[in-house]
């Protein structure tokens, strides 16, 4: 199995008096705009992927939707895991219940994801920061758990919408 984790993209600023609640904060519109730019060069290294899991925060389940829209999948799910301060034993335990996905797109937060990635490769809380729009994929030979997962690759959200335009290396 492959886990692509992938960082919502660019959000307004934090302003508790337009939005009270942050997980209402969406996407501004040049985040949407880099978001589906770095989707396309995603759409460029990973074709199969079977599931994307997301937080239920308004600006990740915007990048969720577009990332669905470019890869041309349905059923995007969300995990309440995928929150910041989420249980990263729950985000392993959902990603495990469909055993015959290959490739599982993540869609949360900093600095969660990147202390996840630190938690599946190294079985530590040393995070592997992404910047937003950014992603990595973290492959497994056996199953997911803490420590056994290999870096396959990491892109910046530049690298990514870069790469868009390039002849995919498979």
Not at 1 to 6: A, S, V, Y
Not at 77 to 96: F, M, N, Y
Not at 124 to 150: N, Y
Request: glycine share 10%.
């Amino acid at each position: 199995m492959k886990i692509i984790l992938f960082r919502h993209g660019p959000a307004g600023e934090r302003d508790s008096s337009r939005w009270p609640d942050d997980g209402e904060r969406p996407l501004t519109s040049r985040g949407e705009q880099r978001t589906r730019l770095a989707a396309l060069g995603l759409r460029r290294i990973e074709r199969n992927v079977d599931r994307i899991l997301t937080s239920p925060f308004k600006r990740a389940e915007r990048t969720a939707k577009i990332l669905g829209q470019v890869l041309e999948m349905d059923g995007i799910e969300a995990l309440d895991a995928l929150v910041p301060g989420g249980s990263q034993a729950k985000i392993v335990e959902a990603v495990t219940a469909h055993p015959r996905a290959r490739t599982v797109i993540l869609v949360g937060h900093e600095p969660d994801l990147g202390m996840l990635a630190g938690h599946l490769l190294f079985k530590s809380q040393s995070p592997i920061p992404l910047k937003k729009a950014g992603a990595c994929a973290i492959a497994f030979d056996g199953p997911v758990r803490a420590g056994t997962g290999g870096l396959e690759w990491l892109a910046t959200p530049r690298l990514l919408r870069r790469f868009r335009r390039r002849k995919a290396a498979v």
